[in-house]
């Protein structure tokens, strides 16, 4: 299984020469992992279904994680905005939110709030605005209304900043009667990070009794590393869930083209991924999986795909419920950007990942989980 995990991790991008997501992917397609330029383009082990699907291949899922966002327009240091181009900047982005935002509409059923006032609000506070800091204030104050972690402003004010050094992605620990524990603190990284550790998980896997996989805390990043780690794992396809695309300037250029759905106009036909098993030795032995508030966007898009594998037990809590592939897009006149989601992603159950979350089978506090799923797995085994 190392082997051929190794081999989906380390394809290059360059089979794929029109950017795709990470949601989905055709089971003849080649690609690999990259986290610069177009979104990555992850290992074969999905097929599509729909008409769409021949546009979009690989289709996929988040790539970024909702808390990883550096402005990716670095420029000099500008001189304060006048009124007039805070305004200006102001109706630009609520102008993308309303091409482009995908929980635009859902979110003012679920918050019981007006788009149309909350609007005038936000522009009466940037008119009032007597700063840049005072109209950044005021932005950052209309986006919490929408409780969205993947719907956020950054600004660029020169400098740079260090970063606190990261956790392993991934480790794995085996315990002494025989159970392994892969522990999956992020999905963000280079593609050889996760070829070690999955694939020392999948060594281990080989003479573990069962298998416990830990995700909680984790903000995501690709999920295209553990959907390649279970394709491996699995003996039969699984259900990946669906997706919508709200059409716009921005996704067209992400994707060069979509079908748009004539029962619903402005979006695409739901697109149903499939998960394709691509090993030769399944995992035999009781998986668990391990998921809490902490465990976002793609993450949560890994907790669908164990969930419904019919393979795995999740413990746990709730996960936050997040999902919406988000594009950045540059501001005016600022030195910063905006990033919008732009997808509705729905689980095999029907449910929505956006503001539900994946819920576990065994709700379990989340310190628990661990003990909670040792405490199952050993008495199924014994």
Not at 4 to 30: E, I
Not at 59 to 78: H, I, K, L, M, Q
Not at 138 to 156: G, M, Q, T, V
Not at 337 to 345: D, F, G, K, L, M
Request: with cysteine; glycine share 10%; net charge negative.
């Amino acid at each position: 299984m190392k082997k051929t995990l190794l081999a989906a991790l380390t394809l290059l991008a360059a089979a794929s020469s029109a950017p795709a997501l990470d949601f989905t992917f055709d089971g003849k397609t080649n690609g690999a992992f990259s986290f610069t330029g177009a979104p990555a383009v992850p290992p074969a082990g999905i097929a599509l279904a729909g008409a769409t699907a021949a546009k979009i291949s690989p289709f996929s899922g988040e790539t970024v994680a909702p808390g990883v966002f550096e402005v990716p327009f670095r420029v000099a240091r500008r001189a304060p905005l006048t009124a007039q181009e805070r305004e200006a900047e102001a109706l630009f982005i609520l102008g993308k939110m309303e091409t482009v935002y995908s929980h635009l509409e859902n979110k003012q059923k679920l918050f019981g709030f007006s788009y149309a006032a909350v609007k005038e609000q936000f522009l009466s506070r940037v008119r009032a605005a007597g700063s840049d800091s005072e109209y950044r204030a005021a932005l950052r104050e209309f986006i919490k209304l929408f409780s969205d972690p993947h719907l956020s402003a950054a600004f660029y004010d020169g400098g740079s900043q260090p970063q606190p050094p990261q956790p392993p992605a991934v480790t794995n620990t085996l315990t002494e009667d025989g159970i392994l524990i892969t522990r999956v603190s992020r999905l963000t990284g280079e593609p050889e990070e996760f070829e070690k550790g999955f694939g020392e998980s999948l060594e281990l896997a080989k003479n573990a009794r069962a298998l416990v996989v830990d995700m909680r805390g984790n903000h995501g990043g690709n999920d295209g590393y553990t959907r390649s780690y279970i394709s491996l794992l699995i003996d039969k396809p699984i259900p990946a869930g669906r997706v919508t695309i709200k059409i716009s300037s921005e996704t067209l250029a992400r994707y060069g083209e979509l079908e748009e759905d004539p029962e619903n106009p402005g979006w695409t036909p739901f697109l149903r991924g499939v998960i394709q098993p691509r090993g030769d030795s399944p995992f035999k032995g009781p998986v668990a999986m391990l998921i809490d508030g902490g465990c976002v966007s793609s993450c949560e898009g890994s907790a669908v795909m164990f969930k419904f594998s019919g393979i795995a037990r999740l413990y746990g809590e709730t996960t936050m419920g997040s999902s919406g592939y988000p594009v950045t897009i540059q501001l005016p006149h600022s030195s910063g950007a905006v990033r919008i989601p732009t997808w509705i992603q729905i689980q095999p159950d029907g449910n929505p990942i956006e503001d539900h979350g994946v819920e576990p089978h065994v709700p379990t506090a989340s310190r628990e989980a661990l003990d909670r799923a040792l405490l199952d797995i050993r008495a199924y085994l014994n």
